[in-house]
């Protein structure tokens, strides 16, 4: 809750710094028109930023990791950076930062419609819809499960893979769309004119709470921290409720020898109710109460 204060002063979010000579400040009033024009777009033209901000920071202080997308949006026309659930992005937990990673995985829930309006916009295959099938495990599903891989393939056989997204739907196993993560100004030559390196455009952003001290990838979070000492206190609470409980309702074993009525019945002060037992016993003989002990101090 004070995290959003802090990154958002004065109502800005960008913020320049000039590195090197600017004698005649032409840096500084480039930084000033870049902040401007980005500070503009972040809060003005991206619906729910703060919103996604805001949810981010708490997710991110109890599961350790969370995750953003940043993307131009075809259909609305603007640039959008949404929240992506911790359990919806999938990378090998070995990798060093996100930027190397060889593939990312989101897993996305639409529904038919929102597929449709993918397809007639140009930016899915032009496939029969009603071919798809829904989770074969969900009985009610409504929504189709999608993964978009952002990952490298050498889809022109030159022996280098390039950065492409691949979009699949999961259940029918069926592509939906490829395309590249890069341009041309992206890809850097050799003298024979093959390609010795490509910069992928990158859209997802991570953040960490506290650095995994193994060393991977994943960091902690309170979540993670305080999941034994949570389990530990509900056990705790449980047993003494448990034990409390028994010692105040009792129980025990009634001897067949032992004649009473077994329907429900009040007792009234003073009352005193008749029983017979066996010929030669007393009705204590007959009645056995377990020894459930009181919570203990400890």
């Known amino acids: 809750s004070r995290t959003l204060p802090e990154l958002i002063k004065s109502g800005e979010v960008a913020k320049y710094k000039v590195i090197g ?13 870049l902040k401007t024009h980005l500070n503009w777009q972040i809060l003005e033209k991206m619906p ?16 350790g990791t969370s995750y953003s997308k940043t993307w131009f949006d075809p259909v609305e ?3 959008r950076s949404e929240l992506i659930p911790y359990d919806q992005i999938v990378v090998n937990n070995n990798i060093k930062n996100l930027e190397s990673a060889p ?28 071919s798809l099938e829904l989770d074969i495990f969900e009985h009610d599903a409504i929504y189709h499960e999608i993964v978009e ?10 022996g280098y893979e390039e950065p492409y997204i691949v979009t699949v739907h999961k259940a029918s196993n069926k ?13 850097l030559y050799n003298d024979k004119k093959e390609v010795k390196k490509i910069y992928p455009t990158h ?33 705790l609470l449980n047993v003494l409720i448990n034990a409390g409980h028994l010692s105040t309702i009792q129980g025990g074993i009634i001897g067949k020898n032992l004649k009473i009525r077994k329907e429900d019945f009040d007792i009234d002060p003073g009352e005193w109710i008749y029983a017979d037992s066996a ?4 009705i204590k003989d007959n009645v056995v109460p377990f020894n459930y002990k009181e919570p203990s101090m400890v």
């Not at 729910?48 to 599961?63: F, K, P």
């Not at 593939?103 to 009603?130: C, P």
């Not at 994943?218 to 389990?231: A, K, V």
């Open 21 to 33: 000579h600017d004698p005649d400040r032409r840096k500084e009033r480039k930084g000033i028109r």
């Open 48 to 63: 729910n930023w703060m919103d996604e901000r805001d949810r981010l920071h708490h997710q991110l202080a109890v599961v």
């Open 149 to 158: 891989q952002h990952r490298y393939l050498d889809l022109d056989d030159d």
């Open 77 to 79: 026309g603007v640039n």
């Open 103 to 130: 593939r990312i995985s989101q897993y996305m829930y639409m529904t038919t419609n929102e597929i449709v309006e993918q397809i007639r916009w140009g930016l899915y295959k032009d496939i029969d819809v009603q």
């Open 279 to 282: 010929s030669g016993t007393s």
């Open 203 to 235: 859209y997802f952003t991570d953040y960490h709470f506290i650095p995994n001290p193994d060393g991977t990838f994943h960091s902690l979070g309170f979540g993670t921290l305080l999941l034994d000492m949570n389990s530990t206190v509900n056990t």
């Open 175 to 187: 592509i939906l769309r490829i395309v590249a993560r890069y341009t041309e100004q992206d890809i």
